[in-house]
């Protein structure tokens, strides 16, 4: 998780409402209702929340593709509509929306030239970025022919090419394998150390646990849980004491010892690895028995300071 | 403000391609040369009037293909778009919403362009190898260009089967890949023609084309910019449907405005609103003018600036609305 917070809000909600309307401009759906909320430089901020609880929606307005029904948005301190704000912005959309003719390469280049940097600027960050997306061998092969978990990939890298102070990730890890997802979650961190802002939507919990510093759990529009997530994953009833395997005989002293401090029986189980740390050792151990290069888990520039 | 222009220029460029590569514009285009192509073939009679049949159906088919991949590559690309997603991601970065929208504009134009050369070309074309009248010291009778019509009547299926081998070997998109042989094919049958006189003989260069022809098809390009103008703006807000219907009216009651709104035949009993009807539609009487051709006539220099401003000033007033409206459009 980030260390690099400071106070500075970088995304400012005031009581924001969204309705939508109709052809007739009747009401019809109201899908942000009354959301206060405030991202600090340097936080990676979860956005959770079932279908339809508004997640999609005020990423929109943060991003001035939507206009809010009334409240106060302001992104980097200017409104979510300003051209300037979103210069340093980088949002990977819910679904990859590319254009489907152009290659990997073209794609990147194509959303590098709406942004003010030069040409060889923008090559290198193009191979870093297809580097780091693992698709430098596909560069050339149209975006239309890729998997989904590929077109996340280019949808990602493309969300990163201005370098951005903010990043607005939705839904990032959808389509993509564990070594993907790992790579992701990497990625978040290194850019959170280097001061960057996150703002995450994701419905894969595990997820948001792994490297959000706080979430924001949304229903029907509405703010129903937000803070810290250790504080909020918090049990206060009850702790774990990790140690070294003992002997049985070690164990049931400890035990008892336990039991006569506390004048209960103790739950006692070993620390189990996850399935994602299994799965990404053999892969990696499968790398390097085939001799492959691995792709970059950061591409250069977002690294470097 | 470089900035800007390099973002127009790229979004102007992605639009074109991305319209292109739409198989309905290949298919369109396609179809529109084949019969340009077949029609010479198909005369047998002039009834007084050298190429005149030649000229006013190409021209004419021109008009209706272009007005159809006008208004299709126009609201597709804006509509599907934003119904697509893609628009959200461009929009995302720092682009103005007043860019890209000319942009679009700029881009479903430039593919109208590229339809109308290739359909002016082939009008050209057709009019030089219709059978004609010929009286020369060599000559006497009625004469068709067969081998220039055989070879322009090969064009569709050369670019085709050229694409096919292309995308084939190197992977690259048939659409696209087919529209550009179909117009270097074109451009290289125009100039082979200068080779040969009417007997298929080698003879020393010379077209033998109407270029009489070029200000009527710039005119009817005029026309098809003014459709794409409201069709872009139309599908801000309405999907391609809707957006078709809309603009095909558009056309209907704008060909027939001279009749319905003005004169002592209109359908409108107040004067102050068949004037404002008539003066808010666009008039395609004026950009349709192949009659101006018959007995060896001109169009004259002045008609196609005044088309032009006339052409400029009415899409340039569609496109701000349409500008308007999408300031406020929601992009979901």
């Keep these: 998780m980030s260390s690099t917070i400071n106070g500075e809000p970088v995304i ?84 990859s929306y590319l254009y489907p003719y152009l290659t990997a390469r073209e794609a ?17 960050r193009i191979s870093q970025l297809l580097n780091m997306a693992g698709l430098t061998r596909e560069a050339d092969r149209p975006v239309g022919e890729f998997s989904k978990g590929m077109a996340r990939r280019v949808g990602l890298a493309q969300a990163l090419i201005n370098d951005p102070q903010l990043v607005i990730l939705d839904e990032p890890t959808s389509g993509l394998d564990p070594i993907g997802c790992r790579q992701v979650k990497d990625l978040m961190l290194t850019l959170a150390q280097r001061g960057k802002t996150i703002l995450l939507s994701s419905h894969l919990l ?93 591409a250069e520039y977002l690294s470097s300071d | ?42 005369l047998v009679h002039q009834f007084g009037e050298e190429g005149k049949l030649a000229r006013d159906s190409g021209l004419a088919f021109h008009f209706v293909f272009g007005l159809f991949i006008a208004g299709y590559a126009a609201c597709s690309s804006l509509a599907r778009e934003l119904r697509g997603g893609t628009a959200s991601a461009v929009l995302s970065k720092p682009v103005s919403r007043e860019v890209f929208f000319l942009a679009k504009f700029t881009g479903v134009v430039s593919a109208v362009i590229a339809f109308s050369i ?17 009286d020369t010291p060599e ?36 659409g696209s890949m087919a529209f550009g042989f179909l117009f270097v094919a074109l451009c290289a049958v125009l100039v082979t023609g200068g080779f040969f006189n009417i007997k298929g003989e080698l003879a020393p260069f010379d077209l033998r084309v109407e270029w009489r022809i070029l200000p009527v ?6 026309a098809l910019i003014v459709l794409s103008a409201i069709a872009i703006t139309l599908s801000t807000w309405f999907s391609t449907v809707p957006t078709m219907v809309i603009c095909s009216l558009v056309f209907i009651i704008g060909l027939m405005s001279d009749y319905l ?32 051709l018959n007995g060896g006539g001109i169009v004259p220099a002045g008609y196609i600036v005044d088309t032009a401003i006339y052409a400029l000033v009415y899409s340039a007033g569609v496109l701000f609305l349409g500008m308007l409206l999408f300031r406020h459009v929601e992009i979901k």
């Design chain 1, 108 to 124: 990147l280049e194509f959303y590098g030239r709406l942004f003010d940097m030069t040409g060889t600027a923008r090559k290198e």
């Design chain 2, 217 to 222: 098809s710039l005119l009817i390009t005029f």
């Design chain 2, 1 to 42: 403000m470089k900035l800007k222009i390099k973002q127009f220029l790229a979004i102007t460029g992605l639009t074109a391609i991305e319209a292109i590569h739409q198989p309905i514009f290949l298919l369109l285009s396609a179809t529109c040369i084949l019969l340009i192509s077949l029609t010479p073939q198909l």
């Design chain 2, 118 to 134: 290739c359909a002016a070309i082939a009008t050209l074309l057709s009019e030089r190898i219709v059978l004609k009248f010929y």
């Design chain 1, 12 to 95: 400012k909600v005031t009581n924001l409402t969204k309705i939508f309307r109709d052809f007739w401009r009747r009401p019809k759906v109201c899908a942000v209702d009354g959301l206060d909320l405030e991202v600090k430089r340097g936080e990676i901020f979860g956005l959770l929340g079932p279908n339809g609880s508004g997640k999609s929606t005020t990423i929109k307005i943060l991003l001035g593709l939507l206009h809010p029904s009334s409240g106060e948005v302001s992104v980097m301190g200017a409104s979510p509509c300003s051209v300037k704000a979103k210069s340093n912005i980088g949002y990977l959309p819910e679904e």
């Design chain 2, 261 to 292: 709104f003005s004169g002592k035949h209109t359908i409108v009993s107040s004067p102050a609103v068949g004037a404002f009807i008539y003066r808010i539609l666009p008039n395609w009487q004026y950009f349709w003018i192949a009659d101006a």
């Design chain 2, 139 to 174: 000559l006497l009778g009625y004469f068709r260009d067969k081998l220039i019509g055989w070879l322009f009547l090969a064009v569709p299926f050369a670019a085709f089967l050229a694409a096919g081998v292309i995308n084939y070997v190197k992977r690259r998109p048939f």
């Design chain 1, 206 to 298: 595990a997820d948001v646990e792994d490297v959000c510093d706080r979430v924001v759990i949304l229903y029907k529009g509405r703010t129903r849980v937000c803070g810290r997530i250790n504080e909020l994953l918090e049990e206060r009833e009850s702790m774990r004491l990790t140690i070294p395997s003992l002997s049985p005989e070690k164990t049931k002293e400890v035990l008892a010892l336990i039991r006569k401090a506390i004048n209960q029986d103790p739950e006692i189980d070993r620390p189990s690895k996850n399935l994602e740390q299994i799965f990404i050792e053999v892969v990696k151990q499968a790398h390097k028995d085939s001799e492959e290069s691995c792709p970059d888990s950061v």
